[in-house]
Every structure is written in structure tokens, then in C-alpha cells.
């Protein structure tokens, strides 16, 4: 609700109280769509904890952790240069994911 009694014309109050009308739902709307965009940004970078951590590279132990899937692997030179290791961490990554949606889509069916 707006009102406005700044003149003595009806009919400019009016004008200026439904400027002031339009000004507060515009700035509703952008206040809206900023939380909207934060939100999402918030949920895409994480509070970024140990336990959001995809893959730790550990270089005094040479190894490399995949934290979704648990795999590690001690070679982290080879794994660097995409040789056999890193192709070994691909292939346990995609298991890991099939296995994932067939559980989902047992879930899903019940």
C-alpha cells in the first residue's frame, strides 16, 4: 500500500504514489532474483569441507584419492601424465557412476 499527500492535486499524488508503487515491486523483484542467484551460486561453490572434496592429490605420499569412489592409486607421477593410471581412475569413476543410477532407478521402480 502506498499513499501520498505531497500536492494539493488529486491526480498528481496519484502519479506519484503509483511511481513509488512501481519503484518498491521492481526493487522486490531484483531482490528476489538476487537471492535466487545467490542461492544457487552458494549450492555450486559449497561450504567447501573435507567431505565435499571430489579427488585429493597427494604428493609427499605420491598417491591419488577419488573421495566419491574411494579408489586410490600410488602412482601420482603416471596419473599426471594420462597413462595406465588415470585410465584405470576414468574407468572406476564411470563403474562407480552406473552403479549409482542402477540403484537410483531401483529406487525409482519400488
Do not use: P
Not at 499513499?3 to 503509483?18: F, G, K, V, W, Y
Not at 535466487?36 to 592429490?57: D, F, M, P
Request: glycine share 6%; with cysteine; aromatic share 4%.
Amino acid at each position: 500500500m502506498v499513499e501520498c499527500q505531497q500536492s494539493r492535486s488529486q491526480l498528481q499524488n496519484r502519479d506519484t504514489a503509483m511511481g513509488m508503487l512501481r519503484a518498491r515491486l521492481h526493487q522486490s523483484v531484483a531482490n528476489k532474483e538476487t537471492e535466487k542467484r545467490l542461492t544457487s551460486r552458494k549450492k555450486q561453490v559449497g561450504t567447501r569441507a573435507q567431505s565435499e572434496r571430489i579427488r585429493t592429490y597427494n604428493f609427499s605420499q605420491d598417491r591419488v584419492t577419488d573421495h566419491r569412489t574411494g579408489y586410490t592409486i600410488r602412482d601420482l607421477k603416471e596419473f599426471i601424465r594420462g597413462g595406465e593410471a588415470l585410465d584405470d581412475m576414468i574407468c572406476n569413476v564411470l563403474e562407480h557412476r552406473e552403479g549409482e543410477a542402477l540403484l537410483d532407478l531401483t529406487w525409482t521402480t519400488k
